[in-house]
């Protein structure tokens, strides 16, 4: 999976509200999503994005990587910092859109999967 951490000029992140019906539905997440068959990590991000969110990525860079096992389903986050895009966010699937300091991120209701990543963005 290739995730977008979208931090805006006042240091807020990006987060969304993930379809009730999916895995881990109704949780808050960083957006993304899955890489296809003979994408980069780069180019899966920018399309997920312009997906997504309806915005084109302009420059990003590597964050972290991550694998979390839920029993059920276990995944590998390609994690990226995305600090220039064009476009204002927003929810092209319906999806709540929320923009958040860093520190009141734990006051979200995040997948475990995030929880690494909520702690780097904390400390960085």
């Not at 064009?86 to 923009?99: F, H, I, K, Y």
Request: charged share 20%; hydrophobic share 40%.
């Amino acid at each position: 999976m290739a995730v977008g951490i979208l931090i805006d000029p006042q240091g807020r992140v990006l987060i969304t509200r993930r379809a009730p019906q999916t895995h881990q539905g109704g949780l808050w997440e960083f957006p993304g999503g899955k890489v296809e068959p003979g994408e980069t990590i780069v180019d899966a991000l920018a399309r997920e994005l312009k997906e997504e969110l309806g915005v084109t990525v302009l420059i990003s860079e590597p964050f972290m990587t991550l694998e979390h096992d839920y029993g059920d389903q276990c995944v590998c986050l390609a994690v990226h910092r995305v600090t220039s895009w064009r476009g204002e966010p927003s929810g092209m699937e319906g999806q709540p859109l929320a923009w958040e300091q860093p520190a009141n991120l734990t006051d979200w209701p995040f997948p475990a999967a995030n929880q690494p990543i909520l702690t780097r963005l904390l400390t960085d």
